[in-house]
T-cell receptor, first 114, second 116 residues
Framework: DQQVKQNSPSLSVQEGRISILNCDYT??????FLWYKKYPAEGPTFLIS?????DKNEDGRFTVFLNKSAKHLSLHIVPSQPGDSAVYFCAARSPAGTASKLTFGTGTRLQVTL | GAVVSQHPSRVICKSGTSVKIECRSL??????MFWYRQFPKQSLMLMATSNEGSKATYEQGVEKDKFLINHASLTLSTLTVTSAHPEDSSFYIC????????????FGSGTRLTVV
């Protein structure tokens, strides 16, 4: 049972344009959502997070939007840069009573082309 | 920033042997660490939650006798893959949360295990 899904396995975007990565979830009890960037053979690197009580969080070129009614979140990267090429995972955090564990989506490979 | 060091980065072992992977929090104390496994082109699957000074909590379907976790101090958790088989070959990653108010879990760099 995949509670966090990223339906697009890959995305190609031209440099300077906006990259939009999507994520859907099923468990309404998740209290935080996080986005991670991952290169092959490396651990994920934290990018940005959003509380379930917010609908938007912005940090530089990265903005995360949360639509709680639709159980959907998205990561916007603008402008996209070649160094952004990586696999992006969204993750959802279970409430603290369950040791705050993260459930990851399947990842989206972003390719930013020149 | 918070750093989690994972060692070794890659290991090749023979079937039937055991392999130990270490995960250290370098500049913070971690009462809880998490161990994940990632198959090629798939998601990170949580294997277990490692608790300092007590038994680990394993996710459903993860054999606790095969994947031994020891969290002996506030800065070190180890995962031992016992009697390894080729199907245990995978990418193993640990993570820790630097503090109760931080939401950016810090991950180690991962360990590529190949069982031959």
């Amino acid at each position: 049972d995949q509670q966090v899904k990223q339906n697009s396995p890959s995305l190609s975007v031209q440099e300077g344009r906006i990259s939009i990565l999507n994520c859907d979830y099923t468990n309404s009890m998740f209290d935080y959502f996080l986005w991670y960037k991952k290169y092959p053979a490396e651990g994920p690197t934290f990018l940005i997070s959003i509380s379930s009580i917010k609908d938007k969080n912005e940090d530089g070129r990265f903005t995360v939007f949360l639509n709680k009614s639709a159980k959907h979140l998205s990561l916007h990267i603008v402008p996209s840069q070649p160094g952004d090429s990586a696999v992006y995972f969204c993750a959802a955090r279970s409430p603290a009573g369950t040791a705050s564990k993260l459930t990851f989506g399947t990842g989206t490979r972003l390719q930013v082309t020149l | 920033g918070a750093v989690v060091s994972q060692h070794p980065s890659r290991v090749i072992c023979k079937s039937g042997t055991s392999v130990k992977i270490e995960c250290r929090s370098l500049d913070f104390q971690a009462t809880t660490m998490f161990w994940y496994r990632q198959f090629p082109k798939q998601s990170l699957m949580l294997m277990a939650t490692s608790n300092e000074g007590s038994k680990a909590t394993y996710e459903q379907g993860v054999e606790k006798d095969k994947f031994l976790i020891n969290h002996a101090s506030l800065t070190l958790s180890t995962l031992t893959v016992t009697s390894a088989h080729p199907e245990d070959s995978s990418f193993y990653i640990c993570s820790a949360r630097p503090g109760p108010l931080t939401f950016g879990y810090t991950f180690g760099s991962g360990t590529r295990l190949t069982v031959v």
